[in-house]
């Protein structure tokens, strides 16, 4: 090789060194293949299921493996065979789906649950903290659990709960229809149709709250005909609701004096609200007792303790009771009701959470690049997270960011 040959290697090389380069991104996580167990629902009132066949199919075809509990699904009308069909493998003892790495289902798991569980898993369920005792927490963090409550989730930018959305929408619709029945000769009502026709006065509705379900409550009401008067307290609230709904819905301040007035012609009353500026609002006793004869009062703020002060929690098969000749609806699980569409709705948000888990390869890193999930969570490997419900039960917590540097 001669000289000039080497010369140009020479200046080949450097220019080779000298010349950017394509900026070298981290490698995201490998995959990691998950095991999943869903399990079905021993509380009488929980009918839903936390995966529906498409759900798991979803799952078994991106390389998961789902253990599913014999007649999961049966409340849902999902059949064996569907979940068979998706791909998910049945298992018979109970306990052995406690083996799993990602546990979900609807209801918070009972002691004897907790107890069959390994260690050092996931638990994907609803919380309902105000139904739980302090023995509960214990019994997670003596398995090292962490957990993921459905109410606690946020979406990708931490604004809202996609569950408590969805279902909030189910609750607020079908409590319009839920008040038709009790409206109606059939459960022994004062005989009126709910909405209007043709010569004859509509139904008034009033709903208090102006949130998801009570948007949904007066979109179903004034598409079936009725009168809506909807009460908030926030102007921006109201607002909005206007916009959505337009100039047919009856909109107010939520303030005791004209809640009262609005009580004395309702035919329906929706309760879709359970704080006010911090505070438990309730409609006090006296207004509720010079409401219309049959009147149907459908109290969805039941989870937090009610809107009416004459509310007591019932249940699908005990549902209704009369006090001052007023009805009572008062379940607090109303989305079980519909069971089906809850699950389907429940499976549309978990089957893409369980996916993103396993695409980031493992909780860990998920829950470090998505705030939505890393809200959600309130316990991690044993160690409570969430200072409320520390409080509440007597129990160190720690803030999950710090535990996230930890580990």
């Known amino acids: 090789m001669n000289d000039s040959s080497n010369a140009r290697q020479a200046l080949n090389f450097a220019k080779s060194v000298l010349l950017p380069k394509e900026e070298m991104l981290e490698v995201s996580p490998s995959h990691r293949s998950l095991t999943i167990a869903v399990l079905k629902e021993i509380d009488p009132d929980e009918n839903r299921v936390a995966m529906a066949p498409h ?14 509990e014999r007649n999961a699904g049966s409340t849902a009308n999902f059949l064996d065979v569907d979940y068979s069909e998706a791909g998910g493998i049945f298992v018979e003892d109970a306990k052995e789906l406690y083996q799993a790495d990602i546990i979900i289902k ?3 798991p009972t002691l004897q649950e907790i107890s069959w569980m390994k260690g050092s898993q996931v638990l994907i369920s609803s919380l309902l903290v105000g139904s739980q005792e302090p023995a509960y927490m214990v019994a997670l963090q003596e398995k090292k659990i962490t957990a993921i409550a459905f109410e606690y989730l946020r979406d990708s930018l931490n604004r809202y709960s996609p569950v408590t959305e969805s279902m909030s929408e189910i609750s607020g619709s ?7 029945e009790y409206l109606s000769n059939s459960n022994h009502g004062k005989g009126e149709m709910l909405g209007g026709i043709a010569g004859v006065s509509p139904s008034d509705i009033v709903v208090l709250g102006a949130s998801t379900a009570g948007e949904c409550a007066a979109r179903t009401a004034l598409g079936l005909g009725a009168t809506v008067k909807v009460f908030d307290s926030s102007i921006e609230k109201l607002g909005e609701l206007h916009y959505k709904l337009g100039q047919q819905v009856f909109t107010s301040i939520l303030q005791p004096r004209v809640v009262h007035k609005a009580l004395k012609t309702a035919d329906v009353v929706i309760g879709a609200l359970s704080y006010v500026e911090g505070h438990r609002y309730m409609v006090c006793l006296d207004s509720i007792m010079q409401m219309k004869p049959n009147s149907v ?12 002060e004459s509310s007591e929690p019932t249940t699908l098969n005990n549902p209704t009771f009369k006090k001052f000749n007023i009805v009572h609806y008062c379940v607090p699980n109303i989305p079980s009701r519909v069971s089906r569409t809850a699950s389907y709705a429940l499976s549309n948000i978990f089957g893409p959470l369980l996916i993103e888990i396993g695409e980031s390869g493992g909780l860990q890193q998920l829950i470090n690049e998505n705030i939505g999930v890393r809200n959600g969570i309130y316990m991690y490997n044993g160690i409570l997270t969430k200072e409320a419900i520390g409080k509440k039960f007597g129990i160190t917590s720690r803030d999950i960011d710090l535990l996230m540097a930890a580990f």
Not at 174 to 180: E, G, P, Q, V, Y
């Open 55 to 68: 759900a798991v199919e979803l799952l078994v075809n991106n390389g998961h493996k789902v253990f599913v």
């Open 106 to 108: 609807v209801a918070p």
């Open 297 to 308: 009062i459908v109290d969805l703020g039941m989870d937090h303790g009610g809107c009416f």
């Open 174 to 180: 079908a409590s319009i229809l839920i008040a038709a």
